[in-house]
């Protein structure tokens, strides 16, 4: 009776999982068939319409001499990858720091920069204009990713609440053990911490994207 109640349980998730899925995936799937119609069946049929026949001229367009789109997607991709690739190795050393490491005035330097995620970005646009004219990098790629280079007061917070759930015995053991904190961090937290850190890479990358 057990088992059979679980079975349903477990299908019972598996559709609501499926139909979600299908709620999130149908837009893509929706722009994709509308980007394969001619333009006069796009203006002329609903966009639930299958394309009769698919064509491809629009998506070539979007590459082509007339309309180039491949350097503002691989200066997209660019700064969405090292924004990631900066911000996730700090957000980790920090949140260790700020979950293991007592130290004077920490809670209060944690929460002050937590309270940068309030700070609305239109507050800070002129300031980081200036300051990217006076570097001499304004109107550049490097303006874009300076600003939040090496820490997302996000990612710090759910690192730093997830570091804090580890046992402190593990920490201790590693100590024994001889291990440091730079050791520590790769040996121990980082594996233990691998669900956590895709999805805050997945965040990120979406975020900076």
Do not use: C
């Not at 690192?159 to 015995?169: A, C, G, N, Y």
């Amino acid at each position: 009776m057990a088992s059979t109640k679980r079975a349903t349980e477990k299908r019972t998730a598996q559709l609501v999982a499926l139909a979600v899925a299908a709620v999130l995936v149908s837009p893509f799937l929706l722009v994709i068939n509308a980007a394969v119609m001619t333009p006069e069946q796009f203006a002329k049929d609903s966009v639930f319409a299958l394309p009769t026949p698919p064509v491809l001229d629009n998506l070539l367009a979007l590459i082509g001499q007339d309309a180039p789109m491949l350097d503002p997607i691989g200066r997209t991709v660019f700064v969405s990858i090292v924004l990631m690739l900066t911000q996730i190795p700090v957000s980790v050393v920090a949140a260790y720091v700020f979950a293991t490491i007592p130290f004077r005035f920490g809670q209060g330097i944690f929460w002050a920069i937590i309270t940068l995620w309030a700070v609305p970005p239109i507050v800070t646009v002129i300031p980081l204009y200036v300051m990217m004219v006076n570097w001499g990098i304004a109107g550049g790629v490097w303006a874009i990713v300076f600003p939040v280079l090496f820490l997302s007061p996000y990612a710090l917070f759910l690192l730093r609440q997830h570091f804090s759930t580890i046992p402190r015995e593990l920490f201790d053991a590693a100590r024994v053990d001889g291990a440091g904190h730079l050791r520590m961090i790769w040996s121990l937290v980082v594996p233990l911490s691998s669900p956590v850190l895709w999805f805050v890479a997945v965040v990120t990358f979406v975020t900076q994207w």
